[in-house]
């Protein structure tokens, strides 16, 4: 029998990847084809590069490569690229970049202006590939052209809003992506809705499969952490309540 136990379904949640700056330090070391390695640092909450996180070489991290502003990602896209995935008015962006031509840059370049920025991604070198999916796809699985560059990443799962038409509606959604297969599954978070949660101020932070059962596990931001039903849809249960 799958052990769903709390204790194990919170360790499946801990290392996943939640977004810049809280949860930086979740972010994915990165070793390049050139067998360099780049690390992440975080500047903060004060002063005018406060909230940012930036990416550098091991040995060099006060000289950064490339910069990200609230709310984006990272992850590895095989075989040795940076992938970042971000919201992007109303869809959700992903950008491919190779570390190892990612060019330096100095810090007052951004100080200042850039956390204030519609801007989410800075760096001198312009990714490698980039892709856009609109935020109203409908529940469902539906196909998606996917650049070769991500085309090796097997599943994402990225938590969104998403347009409620009342606040008996869905606010947020799970877009699932196969980016190695072409397809977006879109999971609206049913038992996230205006009536019953404060939307904006809680809100879905990250979400990682069970590797054993298959089910979802998440974080909501101000609530706590949860189970779902295996439809992907239904709240099971509250792992833990803050």
Request: hydrophobic fraction near 40%; include cysteine; glycine fraction near 8%.
């Amino acid at each position: 029998m799958t052990d769903l136990s709390t204790t194990r379904l919170r360790e499946v949640l801990a290392p996943t990847i939640g977004p810049a700056p809280w949860y930086w330090q979740t972010f994915p070391a990165i070793t390049s084809v050139a067998r360099q390695r780049f690390d992440w640092s975080h500047h903060g909450e004060e002063g005018p590069v406060g909230y940012l996180v930036t990416l550098g070489l091991e040995q060099e991290t006060e000289k950064p490569r490339l910069a990200l502003n609230t709310y984006c990602r990272p992850f590895f896209a095989p075989p040795n690229y940076l992938g970042i995935w971000c919201p992007e008015g109303r869809s959700i962006r992903f950008a491919c970049f190779d570390p190892d031509t990612l060019k330096a840059f100095e810090m007052a370049e951004i100080a200042g202006w850039f956390k204030q920025s519609p801007d989410r991604i800075y760096a001198h070198t312009e990714p490698m590939a980039d892709l856009e999916v609109p935020l109203d796809l409908g529940p469902g699985t539906h196909k998606i052209e996917v650049p070769p560059e991500l085309a090796m990443v097997e599943e994402l799962i990225v938590p969104t809003s998403y347009k409620a038409m009342s606040n008996d509606d869905p606010a947020f959604a799970l877009f699932v992506f196969y980016l190695h297969a072409g397809l977006v599954e879109v999971l609206p978070q049913k038992w996230l809705t205006g009536a019953q949660y404060q939307v904006g101020q809680q809100w879905i932070t990250r979400a990682a499969r069970d590797p054993e059962s298959h089910r979802i596990v998440g974080e909501c931001f101000g609530v706590g952490t949860f189970l779902l039903e295996e439809d992907g849809c239904r709240l099971e249960r509250w792992l833990e309540r803050r």
